[in-house]
């Protein structure tokens, strides 16, 4: 798009997920020597939450983004096995994305945080900042801070929150409990 990113921050996306994998058909070598200018982004294909192809370099990534629900019903095979069947030519990077980076119940996914999306998002950020517009740069930050702020949940004060709550749980409980309904 009109953003002046290209294609770095799919890129480091795809990089920092393959180095993670265990097994894969794409090397992190190859997706940075790959220009993937080219890519399109399709959201909700199949009911698969983000589907990035590239057929230049016959590569479909897929997205599962769960953040306030969990997998069910196979989901993750059935999208694969629909992914795999609709290119099957294609070099194929699956990618589970969570607040915290959870297994997913099929080895074909790669695990992902939301941590390092907003690692990322900083990153080419600043990479890219005499390039940028303000504005893009702008946004940039505000979404690597909104995504630190309400969607990673191991910031410093969900931990706190957590050891207060331990420590002090059956009188922070008769609070909640005798609170008044406003």
Request: charged share 30%; proline share 4%; net charge negative.
């Amino acid at each position: 798009q009109n953003h002046g990113l290209g294609d770095a921050f799919l890129k480091r996306l795809l990089k920092r997920a393959l180095v993670e994998a265990a097994d894969s058909r794409l090397s992190a070598v190859e997706v940075d020597v790959a220009d993937l200018h080219s890519a399109t982004v399709r959201r909700e294909w199949q009911n698969i939450d983000i589907l990035i192809h590239d057929p230049e370099n016959h590569l479909i990534c897929a997205i599962e983004n769960k953040i306030d629900s969990g997998e069910h019903s196979e989901q993750l095979q059935r999208y694969r096995k629909i992914v795999e069947g609709e290119f099957p030519n294609e070099r194929v990077i699956f990618l589970f994305l969570t607040p915290e980076g959870d297994q997913p119940s099929d080895e074909a996914y790669i695990p992902i945080s939301y941590a390092l999306v907003a690692d990322l998002v900083s990153a080419v950020r600043q990479n890219r900042e005499s390039t940028l517009g303000p504005d893009v740069s702008t946004l940039m930050d505000h979404y690597a801070t909104m995504l630190r702020r309400y969607i990673v949940s191991e910031s410093e004060i969900a931990k706190l929150c957590r050891q207060i709550y331990g420590r002090h749980k059956q009188a922070l409980d008769l609070i909640f409990e005798h609170r008044p309904d406003l």
